[in-house]
Nanobody, 123 residues
Framework: QVQVVESGGGLVQAGGSLRLSCAAS????????MGWYRQTPGNQRELVAS???????NYADSVTGRFTIAGDNALKTSYLQMSGLKLEDGAVYYC?????????????????WGRGTQVAVSS
């Protein structure tokens, strides 16, 4: 009923920039938040940045000042602008649409995840 799709990953040199996009589609009434997470092999998925409907944002300490999250008013689309990329930023980046309410209201609001997009940073 709800699809979340990330795009924009790729290979970039250290110090470079990359912009990730996330699009949520389906029978969506509203979305409470959008979040970007990342995961490397053997490690837990960690929050990178999030945005809620009033525009408030939150960032992991490791990316503050380098990454910027933005979204449209309905939060059906979000973007993660990444600058000053470091080797340790390389990971699979996942988008999560949080607190998604459906048009038919048959389910309580829940979270939906995308399948991820790979970001690789080379030296």
């Amino acid at each position: 009923q709800v699809q979340v799709v990330e795009s924009g990953g790729g290979l970039v040199q250290a110090g470079g920039s990359l912009r990730l996009s996330c699009a949520a589609s389906g029978r969506i009434l509203s979305i409470r938040s959008m979040g970007w997470y990342r995961q490397t092999p053997g490690n837990q998925r960690e929050l990178v940045a999030s945005i809620i409907r009033d525009g408030s944002t939150n960032y992991a300490d490791s990316v503050t000042g380098r990454f910027t999250i933005a979204g449209d008013n309905a939060l059906k689309t979000s973007y993660l602008q990444m600058s000053g990329l470091k080797l340790e930023d390389g990971a699979v980046y996942y988008c999560k649409a949080g607190g998604v309410a459906l048009l038919d209201n048959t389910m309580a609001p829940r979270d939906y995840w995308g399948r991820g997009t790979q970001v690789a940073v080379s030296s």
